[in-house]
Antibody
């Protein structure tokens, strides 16, 4: 069965960086785009970007394109989201989620990781 | 950028009620809209995509309709387990959410 297993909670100081991992299993990793979505406490969902694990191509929300990088390791079927220059309002649960369609993006997110809480506080 | 506006923000209904949530896009998006359900402490769950296509395993009491700029999610007979927040989504944009509570 499809599973996305994310790394554990992080506590960071303002200005620091964080790297969250998302290990995929149960399907062909390179065939499905992975998206990253975050949710601040008590707030709605916010899309950060996506990666095509097959070739490593990425696309970002304009809001995050200067501070977020998305990478993948096809040898371990793991995707990574790194955010730089963290601010307190980056405190949120960060999710990875798999696209519904093969070899493309519909932006319909069928499988989700369990989420990783990133807390930014001095 | 496309904006999605959901209404209402919160609704309270009784078990068995028919519930409708609307999502309005700031510009034409054809039928490229999805609906998600999120329960507290859980990741979102895809319910409907392409405006009206039910995701596998989703109960048939959920349905979606609309095209262009106006969309609806309907729960035909509200069940206790449907208490959740519902989000519409178009590509990289999500609506602000509608919280559904059971009376």
């Amino acid at each position: 069965q499809v599973q996305l297993e994310q790394s554990g909670a992080e506590v960071k100081k303002p200005g620091a960086s964080v790297k969250v991992s998302c290990k995929a299993s149960g399907y062909t990793f390179s065939a499905y785009y992975l998206h990253w979505v975050r949710q601040a406490p008590g707030q709605g969902l916010e899309w950060l970007g996506l990666i095509n694990p097959g070739v490593g191509a990425t696309r970002f929300s304009r809001k995050f394109q200067d501070r977020v990088s998305l990478t993948r390791d096809t040898s371990t079927n793991t995707a990574y989201m790194e955010m730089n220059n963290l601010r307190p309002d980056d405190t949120a649960i960060y999710y990875c989620a798999r696209d519904r369609v093969v070899d493309g993006t519909s932006a319909y997110l069928t499988f989700w990781g369990q989420g990783t809480l990133v807390t930014v506080s001095s | 950028d496309i904006r999605l506006t959901q209404s209402p923000s919160t609704l309270s209904a009784s078990v068995g009620d028919r519930v409708t949530i609307t999502c309005r896009a700031s510009q034409y998006i054809s039928d490229w809209l999805a609906w998600y359900q999120q329960k507290p402490g859980e990741a979102p769950k895809l319910l409907i995509y392409r405006s009206s296509v039910l995701e596998s395993g989703v109960p048939s009491r959920f349905s979606g309709s609309g095209s262009g700029t106006d969309f609806t999610l309907t729960i035909s007979s509200l069940q206790p387990g449907d208490s959740a927040t519902y989000y519409c989504q178009q590509s990289e944009t999500f609506g602000q959410g509608t919280k559904v509570e059971i009376k």
